[in-house]
T-cell receptor, first 112, second 112 residues
Framework: DSGVTQTPKHLITATGQRVTLRCSPRSGDLSVYWYQQSLDQGLQFLIQYYNGEERAKGNILERFSAQQFPDLHSELNLSSLELGDSALYFC???????????FGNGTRLTVT | GESVGLHLPTLSVQEGDNSIINCAYSNSASDYFIWYKQESGKGPQFIIDIRSNMDKRQGQRVTVLLNKTVKHLSLQIAATQPGDSAVYFCAESDSGNTPLVFGKGTRLSVIA
């Protein structure tokens, strides 16, 4: 068990809808990362937060947004969903930059 | 379980043999490298990491080798066991500039 908790485990929704994925990092970790994993793209970095502030941004679509709250949990919001957004979404946390990321077990999003 | 990367390169080894999984990285500024193991239906699990001031690091049954000259990383697993069957990812980071960037992954299949 990595100590990173993601909910829900599965989400099935329709195109055009909006969903929120939630992540609780390991106790004491200030950094939270979101990654998207699809069959043909591997693990793609979306966004990173550190102690509530956005630290780095990757290939995150404008339809997607995230935030980290004062209690350090994070939410990833996906809106105007398209079929191509179907993927596994992973959250990870770390103690500091350039230390191992510890991943949750992901949220499987299916857009129909 | 969930299949990740149906078109990944696959390495098949006999139980008890040693496994070597290779990874080429592209960013010559990368100075931190990690190997992850991902089992079906789970998030990536940290195996071992190495910094660019080292060329070899050993863990329990695993060894990571780093060749900065040719930008190559390898993971050696000794006495491979059925439980080692999984997809293995290398990841790299450029200190202070980018979060972890993941390679495409290699599927390890252990033949009992």
């Amino acid at each position: 068990d990595s100590g990173v908790t993601q909910t829900p485990k599965h989400l099935i929704t329709a195109t055009g809808q909006r969903v929120t994925l939630r992540c609780s990092p390991r106790s004491g970790d200030l950094s939270v990362y979101w990654y998207q994993q699809s069959l043909d793209q591997g693990l793609q970095f979306l966004i990173q937060y550190y102690n509530g502030e956005e630290r780095a941004k990757g290939n995150i679509l404008e339809r997607f947004s995230a935030q980290q709250f004062p209690d350090l949990h994070s939410e990833l919001n996906l809106s105007s969903l398209e079929l191509g957004d179907s993927a596994l979404y992973f959250c990870a946390s770390s103690e500091q930059y350039n230390s191992p990321l510890h991943f949750g077990n992901g949220t499987r999003l299916t857009v129909t | 379980g969930e299949s990740v990367g149906l078109h990944l390169p696959t390495l098949s080894v006999q139980e008890g043999d040693n496994s070597i999984i290779n990874c080429a990285y592209s960013n010559s500024a990368s100075d931190y490298f990690i190997w992850y193991k991902q089992e079906s239906g789970k998030g990536p699990q940290f195996i071992i990491d190495i910094r660019s001031n080292m060329d070899k690091r050993q863990g329990q049954r695993v060894t990571v080798l780093l060749n900065k000259t040719v930008k190559h990383l390898s993971l050696q697993i000794a006495a491979t066991q059925p439980g080692d069957s999984a997809v293995y990812f290398c990841a790299e980071s450029d200190s202070g500039n980018t979060p972890l960037v993941f390679g495409k992954g290699t599927r390890l299949s252990v033949i009992a």
